[in-house]
């Protein structure tokens, strides 16, 4: 289990951070998926992997140590994002956390627009939790590009210590991997030391043939974490999707040395859920990448359901999910 001096660490402190390479489009256009036998393993994992009881209530605060707490609504207030930060601090009820002997755990990061980043900068002080912030025209990533530049730097410049962009999807729907290669590699730039998240968007790009090379593409452009989802789309987060996006970064580590994170988001409400993709990461690629400087969920509702299953493992009864709102 992690500690909590652990979880108070920014990501750059645990890790060598990837450096990205040269495009190698012979390895990119060498990527492929088989849908059929990707699907087949997926469907495994809800069936027959289960962690019951303490070892259930370990992997669940494991889980909360890697929640990237989100709030990215168009009526976001100072208040609102005050509160999500004082959940991030304290998750889980004291008494909760005192029992499973887990003081002092924490989110990974919380996560927001550009505009609130300065109060949830302020709002966490002393925390060691890092501020995200999602930025190059999210969702879509269609504004001019000098200005998806911009938007990055002043978003560093105000206090992210993460930044979540999203690539251009036209890119890879067209296999202009050099277009996608260079826009991310300028966004890599902009970041300086902020962590950068590159955000596929894997339900709008076609194939899992897609997902696999556009992973790839965006790991040689130094992305420190590659996510599924803004959260926005109509098909979020699936196990299919992250088992291909999670091999890619198994094969980039294998070839080049570096770990790069990975970062389901959207669609991921339930404590049950999180044990999956936990079980899923540690399978593919070891407990190294349980940490939260590799690992993140992207979520503003799981967090919830996740101290419910804790109350009820201290207390033998569940408490209404109303009890536990994220702000």
Not at 13 to 20: A, S, Y
Not at 270 to 276: F, P
């Amino acid at each position: 289990m992690q500690t909590a001096t652990e979880t108070m660490q920014l990501p750059q402190t645990l890790e060598p951070r990837n450096p990205g390479m040269e495009l190698d489009l012979d390895w990119v256009m060498r990527a492929t998926a088989n849908r059929s036998a990707i699907e087949r393993r997926a469907a495994t994992l809800p069936a027959r992997r289960s962690v019951k009881k303490a070892h259930q209530a370990a992997w669940l605060c494991r889980a909360v140590s890697c929640i990237d707490l989100t709030t990215l609504a168009g009526d976001d207030t100072v208040g609102r994002v005050q509160r999500l930060c004082a959940k991030g601090r304290q998750p889980v009820r004291h008494d909760l956390l005192q029992t499973l002997g887990m003081e002092g755990l924490t989110v990974g990061a919380i996560c927001v627009y550009h505009d609130m980043i300065a109060p949830a900068v302020e709002a966490l002080d002393g925390s060691g939790i890092p501020v995200a912030a999602v930025s190059t025209g999210f969702p879509a990533g269609l504004s001019p590009f000098h200005l998806r530049v911009a938007e990055i730097e002043e978003s560093v410049k105000a206090g992210a210590a993460e930044i979540d962009i999203v690539i251009s999807r036209r890119h890879v729907l067209t296999g202009n991997w050099d277009a996608l290669y260079d826009e991310m590699k300028t966004f890599r730039a902009a970041c300086g030391e902020a962590h950068v998240k590159a955000i596929l968007a894997t339900g709008e790009l076609g194939t899992l043939q897609n997902v696999a090379r556009a992973s790839l593409v965006c790991m040689m452009a130094g992305a420190d974490f590659i996510k599924t989802s803004t959260g926005k789309e109509s098909v979020n987060a699936t196990l299919p999707v992250s088992l291909v996006m999670i091999r890619a970064i198994r094969e980039y580590f294998e070839e080049t040395g570096y770990r790069v994170g990975y970062k389901p988001a959207g669609g991921i409400s339930k404590a049950k859920d999180a044990l999956v993709y936990q079980a899923l990461i540690k399978e593919e690629l070891g407990d190294r990448w349980l940490q939260n400087d590799l690992f993140r969920f992207g979520a503003s509702s799981l967090l919830g359901d996740i101290e419910r299953q804790l109350e009820h493992h201290v207390t033998g009864a569940y408490s209404a999910s109303w009890r536990h709102a994220a702000g």
